[in-house]
């Protein structure tokens, strides 16, 4: 793998965790129903979290660009995401599913840093910093996710 792949990979999941933002921000203000205000507290923390990871993102993107010379541009398109959504229970079930997927993604991505990292010299050091940083990424997912899953924990549809 190149630095140039491995960057272009890295500028999809931005447009991922974009979407996230979105998706949080849409979930917010459309949520309905039960518990409607504590859940809309709620996706607002994540949205939160989830600009934290655009520009986290951003700048580990950035970096590489410079440090490497690269003549990619730092993208600023957003992946699709599940919207008009207003069930309390679709919306938890909807953002469960995209962070295990980012959870999945980050993974994957980890492989590739380490496959970044056999080519030696500044791959070696790019892919590892990339790597220590997708730990990251995973541990706030991974977090997310379960707590998800507990707040769904004998959820009702409406």
């Known amino acids: 793998m190149s630095i140039d792949e491995f960057v272009a990979l890295l500028s999809k999941d931005l447009a991922n965790e974009y979407s996230h ?21 709620f996706f607002l923390e994540q949205a939160e979290g989830e600009m934290k990871h655009v520009n986290e993102f951003r700048k580990v993107i950035q970096g590489l660009i410079t440090r490497r010379e690269l003549a990619a541009k730092v993208p600023n398109l957003v992946a699709y ?42 791959d070696r050091d790019d892919g590892k910093y990339v790597e220590l940083f997708l730990e990251d990424q995973i541990m706030d997912s991974r977090s997310d996710a379960d707590n998800i899953r507990e707040m769904l924990e004998n959820a009702i549809d409406a």
């Not at 979930?27 to 039960?34: E, I, Q």
């Open 21 to 41: 933002w979105h998706f949080y921000m849409q979930a917010a203000t459309n949520v309905k129903g039960l518990h409607r205000q504590e859940l809309s507290e």
């Open 81 to 122: 995401f599940k919207d008009g959504l207003s069930c309390p229970k679709a919306l938890l079930l909807a953002a469960l599913e995209m962070e295990d997927q980012v959870v999945n993604n980050y993974v994957t991505r980890i492989e590739q840093a380490s496959s970044l990292q056999e080519n030696g010299g500044q």
